[in-house]
T-cell receptor
């Protein structure tokens, strides 16, 4: 999807390892968010940000940290990975100041052994 | 919290057939999006539709906000329409996106 870049696309971790999922956007959107998608389910909101320096929790925030130091980047950190965090992670952005839809990155497929 | 239900959960069509997917929601919403998740996992925006009807080629969507439902119509289906269709609601002061559980569509040649 144009404008929202997620890296890496795939990652395998061992239990207890840490890692950061990257999300970058070039659309100057204020609103950014992270979702996880588990098999057979829709997406659930983990954390979101309405602008640089402002973050808040979504439905399933436990085990994840975020920060927003710039408008462009919104990394998601797993401090101590657990098998329950095996999922596909999506980053999304939206221009908060106009009536526009959310745009999603292509996702990061994360497996924790 | 707000509840979002999609029906049917699964649908198998022959190429060329038409279908209607439904999304019911339990509370007033700011807006509603329909997505197609293709077999590669990408989420594609189809419609952003708080009310009324929109059309894009073989697809159209209607949202009746006062009755808390939205419909997605697919006409003359093609195998490339296969995948999962999600409705998602923009809800609350920060427009959080709340997803339904999706409709899995398989279009057979």
């Amino acid at each position: 999807n144009a404008g929202v870049t997620q890296t890496p696309k795939f990652q395998v971790l061992k239990t207890g390892q840490s890692m950061t999922l990257q999300c970058a956007q070039d659309m100057n959107h204020e609103y950014m968010s992270w979702y996880r998608q588990d098999p057979g389910m829709g997406l659930r909101l983990i954390h979101y940000s309405v602008g640089a320096g402002i973050t808040d929790q979504g439905e399933v925030p436990n085990g994840y940290n975020v920060s927003r130091s710039t408008t462009e980047d919104f990394p998601l950190r797993l401090l101590s990975a657990a098998p329950s965090q095996t999922s596909v992670y999506f980053c999304a952005t939206r221009d908060s100041f106009s009536n526009q839809p959310q745009h999603f990155g292509d996702g990061t497929r994360l497996s924790i052994l | 919290g707000i509840q979002v239900e999609q029906s049917p959960p699964d649908l198998i069509l022959q190429e060329g057939a038409n279908s209607t997917l439904r999304c019911n929601f339990s509370d007033s919403v700011n807006n509603l999006q329909w997505f197609h998740q293709n077999p590669w996992g990408q989420l594609i925006n189809l419609f952003y539709i708080p009310s009324g009807t929109k059309q894009n080629g073989r697809l159209s969507a209607t949202t009746v906000a006062t009755e808390r439902y939205s419909l997605l119509y697919i006409s003359s289906s093609q195998t490339t329409d296969s995948g999962v269709y999600f409705c998602a609601l923009h809800w609350g002061a920060t427009n959080k996106l709340i997803f339904g559980t999706g409709t899995l569509l398989a279009v057979q040649p």
